[in-house]
């Protein structure tokens, strides 16, 4: 029973990195349910790099930080395959070359080139992408739950905030004159390859998992498996949301053993 009503239908995932990444876990699990997936990376290195892992699928190259690249994208996949049933947005980038900083001395530079990559890209994908959209299609943004306060995050907890009211704001002007629907899946900390380079961030990823309810941190195949449901038709109802996937961590504060272990004198 196609539960979902996945099968014959078509995506474009964006920010395959390697089998660890969120987009690689929606990508399979789309195509495991019949879909038909259309993969975007961010270089022709990478596409290279990728070569054994997406052997025999639809790969085309764009680099957000160019704006030219992204409204080729459009027309290229559209030339290639037509209308897209949803669109996956799964990229990020942060310059931490010089180590973490107090947020105050983030550089102008640095933070307009995250917010252009990791949260304005997703404005000029979905103006690029309006007229190759079929009416109800599903655009899904995976950005961050709890965490975006965490100091070792640096300038990425602003810039996400601002993916996801980009959201509601892209779900808003796009119901003028169509269905399509808008939504972010917000992730708990994660083991990926990109997750490794934030500064401090293993100290985090296991103070998190002390705080979730069942005491063991999410799996990138649940942060996918909700970014999935919210590509379906089966999520019609769904749109400007934030929807978190952290098993409990951000309403589990006063966690008895870790407040125990905060208080022990």
């Not at 929606?26 to 290195?45: D, F, H, P, W």
């Not at 705080?211 to 379906?232: G, P």
Request: with cysteine.
């Amino acid at each position: 029973m196609d539960y979902l009503q996945l099968a014959g239908k078509q995506f474009l995932v964006t920010g395959v990195a390697n089998k660890k990444s969120v987009a690689w876990h929606i990508a399979q699990t789309l195509e495991s349910l019949g879909a038909k997936v259309i993969y975007s990376v961010r270089s022709e290195a990478r596409r290279e790099s990728l070569t054994k892992l997406l052997a025999g699928k639809s790969v085309f190259v764009c680099d957000v930080e160019d704006e030219a690249q992204t409204g080729a994208l459009a027309e290229n996949v559209a030339a290639a395959h037509g209308k897209l049933d949803g669109l996956v947005h799964s990229i990020a980038f942060a310059n931490y070359s010089e180590g973490l900083k107090p947020f105050h001395e983030t550089k102008r530079a640095d933070f307009l080139q995250a917010t252009a990559i990791s949260a304005f890209s997703l404005v000029e994908l979905a103006r690029a992408f309006k007229p190759h959209f079929s009416s109800a299609a599903s655009v899904v943004a995976i950005g961050i739950s709890a965490q975006v306060t965490a100091a070792s995050y640096g300038y990425m907890s602003p810039i996400k905030a601002a993916l996801e009211s980009a959201t509601r704001f892209l779900a808003k002007s796009f119901s003028e004159d169509s269905e399509v629907r808008f939504n972010t899946v917000n992730a708990g900390p994660l083991k990926t390859s990109a997750s490794a380079g934030i500064p401090g961030y293993l100290e985090n990823y296991l103070f998190a998992e002390k705080l979730t309810m069942r005491k063991r941190n999410i799996t990138t195949q649940e942060v996918a498996d909700t970014a999935v449901w919210l590509l379906s038709p089966r999520s019609s109802g769904v749109n400007a949301q934030g929807i978190t996937v952290d098993a409990g961590m951000g309403w589990n504060f006063f966690d008895e053993t870790a407040v125990k272990a905060a208080t022990r004198l």
